[in-house]
């Protein structure tokens, strides 16, 4: 079935790097946008970043800018975030989801499980 | 920067109710407009898209109207199963900015 597995997420200390990994099966990964959203605890959702099917488009929230990048490897059907200058405010279940439709106008209708990410000393 | 506003924070309901939430946009995002219901310790779930779009599979009871800069989701019947976190999020600039979500609870 339609599915996207979080992985990587863990404890860093502030000023560290991460890289999470986004596996999908069960569509054609190379078809569709892909984005990374956040959810501090006990908090609502951010929204992080976005990446194009083919990757040539990007962008980035504000609070993530300069630090974090995203990128995708269509052949292994998995998207990624970079995750560089770690601050506690980064402290977040990350979460992966598809973008329905092609294009920039799109709701994301697949999410996966989320995976914990804890910047902490 | 977009700001989207969702009222009430919290929401006190008993089974059967109708339920209204509403969303509103600091700017028109015309009707690229999503709601998401949340339950703890899970993704969220999209339910409904460019504002009144049924997702498949999701209940009838739920619906969307709106268009501009104020959006409703109306639960038309509450259910046990709807008691959760539902969230708004505009899609039409490329900062796709979440509501703070609207805690529905039981009474």
């Known amino acids: 079935q339609v599915q996207l597995v979080e992985s990587g997420g863990g404890l860093v200390q502030p000023g560290g790097s991460l890289r999470l990994s986004c596996a999908a099966s069960?569509?054609?990964?190379?078809?569709?946008?892909m984005s990374w959203i956040r959810q501090a605890p006990g908090k609502g959702l951010e929204w992080v970043s976005y990446i194009s099917s083919g990757g040539s488009t990007i962008y980035y929230g504000d609070s993530v800018k300069g630090r974090f990048t995203i990128s995708r490897d269509n052949a292994q059907n998995s998207l990624f975030l970079q995750m560089n200058s770690l601050r506690a405010d980064d402290t977040a279940v990350y979460y992966c989801?598809?973008?329905?439709?092609?294009?920039?106008?799109?709701?994301?209708?697949?999410w996966g499980q989320g995976t914990m990410v804890t910047v902490s000393s | 920067d977009f700001q989207m506003t969702q009222s009430p924070s919290t929401l006190s309901a008993s089974v059967g109710d109708r339920v209204t939430i509403t969303c509103r946009a600091s700017q028109s995002v015309s009707s690229w407009l999503a709601w998401y219901q949340q339950k703890p310790g899970k993704a969220p779930k999209l339910l409904i898209y460019k504002a009144s779009t049924l997702e498949s599979g999701v209940p009838s009871r739920f619906s969307g109207s709106g268009s501009g800069t104020e959006f409703t989701l109306t639960i038309s019947s509450l259910q046990p199963d709807d008691f959760a976190t539902y969230y708004c999020q505009q899609y039409d600039s490329y900062s796709r900015t979440f509501g703070q979500g609207t805690k529905v609870e039981i009474k």
């Open positions: 989801a598809r973008a329905m439709v092609r294009g920039l106008k799109s709701a994301f209708d697949i």
């Open positions: 069960g569509f054609t990964f190379s078809d569709y946008y």
